[in-house]
Nanobody
Framework: QVQLVESGGGSVQAGGSLTLSCIAS????????MAWFRQAPGKEREFVSA????????WYGDSAKGRFTVSRDNAKSTMYLQMKSLKVEDTAVYYC??????????????????WGQGTQVTVSA
């Protein structure tokens, strides 16, 4: 019903910046809250940020707070993650997620209905 595709990943040196995009297609009207998660090799998937449909409600994980900014442009069916002051520990595959309604816990992976394939972010020292 809904497809999510991430882009913008790549390699960057520590202290640099990178902006990720997630574009939704299909029945985009069925996408309410959206979120970013990330997963480093051998580690559990970690909540990064989430944003409500209107953008009025925004949440950040502790590791993202103060450095990352989430936004969305519903006219373009796109969510963004602006990442600044990147650290080596930010290296991970970043996943875009979408909720079709009924979201109770924005930071829980299983709450989301749609997922992208992920985009690799590599931060080198």
């Amino acid at each position: 019903q809904v497809q999510l595709v991430e882009s913008g990943g790549g390699s960057v040196q520590a202290g640099g910046s990178l902006t990720l995009s997630c574009i939704a297609s299909g029945q985009t009207f069925d996408v309410y809250s959206m979120a970013w998660f990330r997963q480093a090799p051998g580690k559990e998937r970690e909540f990064v940020s989430a944003i409500s449909w209107s953008g009025a409600d925004i949440w950040y994980g502790d590791s993202a707070k103060g450095r990352f900014t989430v936004s969305r442009d519903n006219a373009k069916s796109t969510m963004y993650l602006q990442m600044k002051s990147l650290k080596v520990e930010d290296t991970a595959v970043y996943y875009c997620a979408g909720d079709s309604g009924g979201l109770s816990y924005y930071h829980i992976e299983s709450e989301y209905d749609y997922w992208g394939q992920g985009t690799q972010v590599t931060v080198s020292a």
